[in-house]
């Protein structure tokens, strides 16, 4: 799951564990108010199907929780794809990447992952420019996702992104910036493929805010879709992980889709670009 969070007025911290459990003392993300920071974790779901988020900041906070995958349950079990992890290799070095472009990566027979056989791969991606933007890591062939793999600006933004291969094992990167920026990508780790095609079926946020006029404990919906709000010091939220569905790592690793928009800019070296995703409300 890719957790992301902007502070409202303030910096803060992020606790992401499974519901009907002791709040832990680890953090899932440290936020900021300049931009949105991201961070990928893996998230154990507690008894009832859900999990808890905690925003122990001084101050509100706006936070996305992105679902890119699942692992079977059951001591034992042995269906799904199986992780290989790898020594971490560059495979993209300073990649320059025009305002809204969008660059086709191959991924297969780079840096350790085989070529052939490979569902998703794991990556880190890092991403730096002369004004603030966003990075979207999708699998190529496929829609623009709604969601963003790292905000970036001028002091570089990183995260680790589990990414499903597309056409030809390639992966899409798409600057959704109003300027150019510059890329880089190691690859840490791959899916391999395992089974018959589970069904596809969509994801979705849940939105929530909380206001000063409204009771304690009580929530009015967001003026900022996809966006919740959660309250400062110490409050949480059950989410429940069955509203949030996501295909199953036994067979592929999913981003989620936008609604189709027009056609932008992009590199020469690119055929078929991706419509960019709306902008967020700040």
Same mark, same amino acid.
């Given at each position: 799951?890719?957790?992301?969070?902007?502070?409202?007025?303030?910096?803060?911290?992020?606790?992401?564990?499974?519901?009907?459990a002791s709040q832990p003392t680890s953090v899932a993300l440290r936020y900021r108010t300049?931009?949105?920071?991201?961070?990928?974790?893996?998230?154990?779901?507690? =008894?009832?199907?859900?999990?808890?988020?905690?925003?122990?900041?001084? =101050?509100?906070?706006?936070?996305?929780? !992105?679902?890119?995958?699942?692992?079977?349950?059951?001591?034992?079990?042995?269906?799904?794809?199986?992780?290989?992890?790898?020594?971490?290799?560059?495979?993209?070095?300073?990649?320059?990447?025009?305002?809204?472009?969008?660059?086709?990566?191959?991924?297969?027979?780079? /840096?350790?992952?085989?070529?052939? !056989?490979?569902?998703?791969?794991?990556?880190?991606?890092?991403?730096?420019?002369?004004?603030? /933007?966003?990075?979207?890591?999708?699998?190529?062939?496929?829609?623009?996702?709604? !969601?963003?793999?790292?905000?970036?600006?001028?002091? =570089?933004?990183?995260?680790?992104?589990?990414?499903?291969?597309?056409?030809?094992?390639?992966?899409?990167?798409?600057?959704?910036?109003?300027?150019?920026?510059?890329?880089?990508? !190691?690859?840490?780790?791959?899916?391999?493929?395992?089974?018959?095609?589970?069904?596809?079926?969509?994801?979705?946020?849940?939105?929530?805010? &909380?206001?000063?006029?409204?009771?304690?404990? &009580?929530?009015?919906?967001?003026?900022?879709?996809?966006?919740?709000?959660?309250?400062?010091?110490?409050?949480?939220?059950?989410?429940?992980?069955?509203? &949030?569905?996501?295909?199953?790592?036994?067979?592929?690793?999913?981003?989620?889709? =936008?609604?189709?928009?027009?056609?932008?800019?992009?590199?020469?070296?690119?055929?078929?670009?991706?419509?960019?995703?709306?902008?967020?409300?700040?």
């Amino acid at each position: 799951m890719n957790v992301s969070g902007k502070g409202n007025s303030a910096t803060g911290a992020l606790i992401v564990y499974p519901s009907g459990a002791s709040q832990p003392t680890s953090v899932a993300l440290r936020y900021r108010t300049a931009t949105f920071l991201h961070n990928m974790v893996f998230a154990k779901v507690g =008894a009832d199907g859900k999990i808890k988020v905690t925003n122990t900041g001084s =101050a509100p906070v706006k936070i996305n929780l !992105d679902v890119l995958g699942y692992t079977p349950g059951g001591i034992g079990n042995s269906s799904g794809s199986t992780y290989v992890p790898l020594s971490s290799t560059q495979i993209l070095t300073n990649q320059f990447l025009g305002a809204l472009a969008n660059h086709e990566l191959t991924v297969l027979g780079q /840096g350790g992952v085989p070529s052939s !056989d490979v569902e998703a791969v794991a990556v880190n991606v890092r991403a730096t420019s002369t004004s603030t /933007g966003a990075l979207r890591v999708y699998a190529a062939g496929e829609t623009l996702p709604l !969601d963003a793999t790292i905000d970036y600006s001028s002091a =570089a933004g990183q995260n680790l992104a589990v990414v499903k291969l597309g056409t030809n094992g390639k992966i899409n990167l798409h600057n959704q910036g109003l300027f150019s920026a510059k890329i880089w990508v !190691d690859v840490v780790g791959y899916f391999t493929k395992s089974g018959p095609d589970p069904p596809t079926v969509g994801s979705s946020r849940r939105t929530w805010r &909380r206001t000063s006029a409204s009771p304690r404990g &009580r929530r009015t919906p967001s003026p900022c879709p996809g966006r919740p709000v959660l309250p400062p010091r110490a409050s949480n939220r059950s989410l429940s992980a069955s509203t &949030r569905s996501a295909p199953s790592l036994e067979r592929s690793v999913s981003t989620r889709r =936008a609604p189709p928009t027009p056609a932008c800019r992009h590199s020469a070296s690119t055929p078929t670009p991706p419509p960019p995703a709306p902008p967020w409300p700040s």
